[in-house]
């Protein structure tokens, strides 16, 4: 008895240590096979270089327009996606009709279910024609990827930060009553910003999800490795890059594919890190 | 005169009232035209062009069928929860039943559980690639696929088996030792079937997740549009498939259709989750 105790005790830790284990070896293959071609490239030269010529000879590997690309793509989605968000959830925790909010709230959470492929075949047969009929040119650009990702991140912005503002304290909002303000600003004056740190969790997890997404982006984006010139130009994210290449890469155009996701890594745990950083600040 | 109108209506409410509480209708409104307009131009679009020939058993570059890629996709979809389930089941249960409060392992570990759940699917993708397909040897294969899913949702079943496991009373757990039942048997008998829902709940997202993937199957399961008759095998899931369709630029109708399966199976599984849900939170 004392040992099947002891056994379960040892086979629930041993489960517990392999997620410990799965980051270890992921860290491990991605730094192995990326680490030596980008030190081989010069980490300078990879991360600055803006000319993406993989197959010709010699071949040349720049990744400066694939990184300013995530960082448009993903800032231009938070600008749109953010405030129609944070708008929506004040909406779901303070405003909405009971009735509405029973019929709403399963519609956020189908939102966030929606395969990336559906969103992006959507990108593909709305957004892009209508961008090539408003402004021009072939529709495959930047602002369709921005457009289409602002709505991919809204369920993540939304959902976290209604909760965020449902965890505040019914007193907060009462006081704010109580000295003559409205409803309405009650919950934007008081309840929202004592909600900033959930908010925050959720602009952030909504940053790594456009930064990750890849599927949605490489159907709209046009995929050109250049750094785009306008938001109606076509260019290529890190997370594209991966995947246009991968299927034909061999040698030191795999292990540059291979660094482009290091880069992605990096980029995404720094920005989980400061985040956490912030909250254990803020918690304090 | 009707500017004069909408004035009077407001009138004795301040403006800035006014705007705030429009801003929140009209933010709200956008999110969900956005969302009805993606479900809806989805299913009127493609309901049409569901045919019986996109479900037939072999897949031809005529047909077209969906069929070998719905039977792979519950394939993979089993296989990836059959490790994944007990793995991130397990963890929860160590992390609240075992650990002690504040250990540094378990602060450790939730680390590592966020970083996992961080990492963009293509990275995923890519690593299933250099470790399953090429440093072990296992090829383009479904279970390169299936193992690769199964390190990504791990981070999700396990936090929900934390907080359903968590908002599991303690005095039942007391309870339980009262009457002279051990640690294992309390976790078993008293506090696994009290989380259960929360626990199927989380499972049946996971189901999801691993629906909709793409990217990181691309590079370990492959794209070979057939049923796989063993683990070694290629083959490609739903949501390749659709993929594949869409990028070729040729077969609109046949991905139209795609979609439709893959958005009703969506529904239907965050439907069910809800349900569980729910029963979950009324007992």
């Known amino acids: 008895m004392k040992f099947r105790e002891q056994g379960m005790k040892a086979v629930f830790l041993i489960c517990a240590a392999s997620s410990v284990v799965f980051v270890f070896l992921i860290c491990l293959f991605l730094f192995i096979n990326g680490i030596p071609p980008m030190l081989e490239l010069g980490v300078v030269n990879f991360l600055t270089g803006t000319n993406w010529r993989p197959t010709s000879t010699p071949p040349s590997f720049g990744l400066l327009p694939m990184i300013i690309t995530s960082f448009i793509t993903t800032a231009g989605a938070l600008v749109l996606g953010v405030p129609v968000g944070i708008c929506t959830a004040v909406f779901m925790a303070r405003v909405c009709p009971k009735p509405l909010y029973r019929a709403l709230k399963p519609a956020i959470d189908l939102l966030a279910g929606i395969p990336s492929v559906v969103y992006g075949f959507f990108g593909l047969v709305i957004i892009v024609p209508m961008i090539r009929d408003i402004f021009g040119g072939r529709g495959f650009s930047v602002l369709a990827a921005i457009v289409l990702l602002s709505i991919m991140i809204l369920p993540t912005v939304i959902s976290i930060s209604e909760a965020a503002l449902r965890a505040v304290p019914e007193t907060y909002y009462e006081g704010a009553l109580a000295l003559g303000s409205s409803h309405i600003r009650s919950a934007f004056f008081v309840v929202l910003p004592a909600a900033k740190s959930g908010i925050l969790a959720s602009v952030v997890l909504g940053m790594g999800r456009a930064l990750g997404e890849t599927m949605a982006v490489v159907m709209l984006a046009g995929n050109q490795p250049r750094i785009p010139g306008s938001l109606l130009e076509g260019a290529r994210s890190l997370t594209a890059n991966i995947v246009l290449e991968m299927a034909y890469a061999t040698d030191i155009h795999r292990d540059a594919l291979v660094a482009t996701a290091i880069v992605l890594f990096v980029m995404i745990l720094t920005i989980n890190l400061t985040f956490s950083f912030f909250i254990r600040r803020g918690g304090r | ?283």
């Open chain 2, 1 to 283: 005169m009707a500017l004069v109108n909408i004035l009077r209506f407001f009138k004795g409410r301040k403006p800035m009232d006014i705007a705030l509480t429009a801003l929140v209708w009209i933010c709200a409104a956008v999110t969900f035209i956005a969302l009805l307009s993606i479900i809806g131009h989805i299913l009127y679009m493609g309901v049409g062009h569901l045919s019986p020939e996109l479900f037939e058993l072999v897949y031809t570059s005529d047909n077209l069928s969906m069929l070998p890629a719905i039977i792979t996709t519950i394939q993979i979809t089993g296989l990836a929860l059959l490790i994944a389930g007990p793995l991130g089941i397990f963890t929860g249960i160590y992390l609240v039943e075992y650990a002690s409060r504040g250990s540094k392992f378990v602060g450790l570990i939730r680390i590592m559980a966020e970083t996992l759940a961080g990492i963009p699917s293509i990275v995923y993708g890519l690593f299933g690639m250099l470790f399953f397909v090429i440093f072990l040897g296992f090829g383009f294969s479904i279970i390169a696929g299936v193992l690769t899913l199964s390190i990504m949702i791990l981070p999700l079943i396990m936090r929900t088996t934390e907080e359903a496991l968590k908002s599991v009373p303690d005095s039942y757990r007391e309870g339980s030792y009262g009457l002279g039942a051990g640690k294992l048997r309390t976790v078993f008998r008293i506090a696994l079937p009290s989380a259960a829902p929360g626990i199927l709940a989380g499972i049946i997202l996971a189901t999801g997740r691993i629906v909709g993937e793409t990217a990181a199957l691309l590079f370990t399961a492959g794209s070979v549009p057939r049923i796989p008759e063993n683990l070694s095998d290629s083959a490609r899931t739903l949501a390749v498939h659709m993929y594949a369709l869409s990028s070729e630029g040729l077969h609109t109708s046949q991905a139209y259709a795609t979609a439709v399966v893959l958005l009703v199976t969506v529904i239907f599984l965050n439907a069910v989750s809800r349900l569980i849900a729910k029963r979950f939170t009324k007992g």
